[in-house]
T-cell receptor, first 111, second 111 residues
Framework: SQQGEEDPQALSIQEGENATMNCSYK?????LQWYRQNSGRGLVHLIL?????REKHSGRLRVTLDTSKKSSSLLITASRAADTASYFC???????????FGSGTQLTVLP | DAGVTQSPTHLIKTRGQHVTLRCSPI?????VSWYQQVLGQGPQFIFQ???????GRGNFPDRFSARQFPNYSSELNVNALLLGDSALYLC??????????FGPGTRLTVL
């Protein structure tokens, strides 16, 4: 079963705009990760934020984590057409070996 | 350095058949995890192997099995295929028990 949900399910923006995706999860976590997937191919790891962190940056990516609300957001600034992809959040909890993924946000960046 | 490789890329089978999917981890990585991604959903965890031992199993029927070889490559086997087994099967490897490097996946279609 999915750990949580991404919101929105689909997002369409113009090149140069910012894109914000949200992720909610159900159980306490060790860390939360964001992945990108292009056209049903393999997943590319974008960024990891630990449960004791509130914000993290990597290039044009900014991730926030609110453990009290069990939610995270991914902000992509100055979006490009090449950012068009599906974005998934994934959590790791307790002693679990696996990542538990959300249902994903399909981002379309129009040139 | 080569990333995680999976074979075959695509596969078409009929109901009732069995299938073997293969994964070669990044050199030096001892952990391999398998995920199933049905179209429009996030990946779901199937198995994790570390040092040739099963370390985690998701909520999948016994028709699904896997193993890891001394060179850390892995096979995922699915018996008595059902239409619902049609999916993208993803393999991830990591140096420890935290899979983060995903392969391109094997697209399985069951007719």
């Amino acid at each position: 079963s999915q750990q949580g949900e991404e919101d929105p399910q689909a997002l369409s923006i113009q090149e140069g705009e910012n894109a914000t995706m949200n992720c909610s999860y159900k159980t306490s976590i060790n860390n939360l990760q964001w992945y990108r997937q292009n056209s049903g191919r393999g997943l590319v790891h974008l960024i990891l934020i630990r449960s004791n962190e509130r914000e993290k940056h990597s290039g044009r990516l900014r991730v926030t984590l609110d453990t009290s609300k069990k939610s995270s957001s991914l902000l992509i600034t100055a979006s490009r057409a090449a950012d068009t992809a599906s974005y998934f959040c994934a959590t790791r909890s307790g002693s679990a070996r696996q990542l538990t993924f959300g249902s994903g946000t399909q981002l379309t960046v129009l040139p | 350095d080569a990333g995680v490789t999976q074979s075959p890329t695509h596969l078409i089978k009929t109901r009732g058949q069995h299938v073997t999917l293969r994964c070669s981890p990044i050199s030096g990585h001892k952990s391999v995890s398998w995920y199933q991604q049905v179209l429009g959903q996030g990946p779901q965890f199937i198995f994790q192997y570390y040092e040739k031992e099963e370390r985690g199993r998701g909520n999948f029927p016994d028709r699904f099995s896997a193993r890891q070889f001394p060179n850390y490559s892995s096979e995922l086997n699915v018996n008595a295929l059902l239409l619902g087994d049609s999916a993208l099967y993803l393999c991830a490897s990591s140096p420890a028990e935290t899979g983060q490097f995903f392969g391109p996946g094997t697209r399985l279609t069951v007719l």
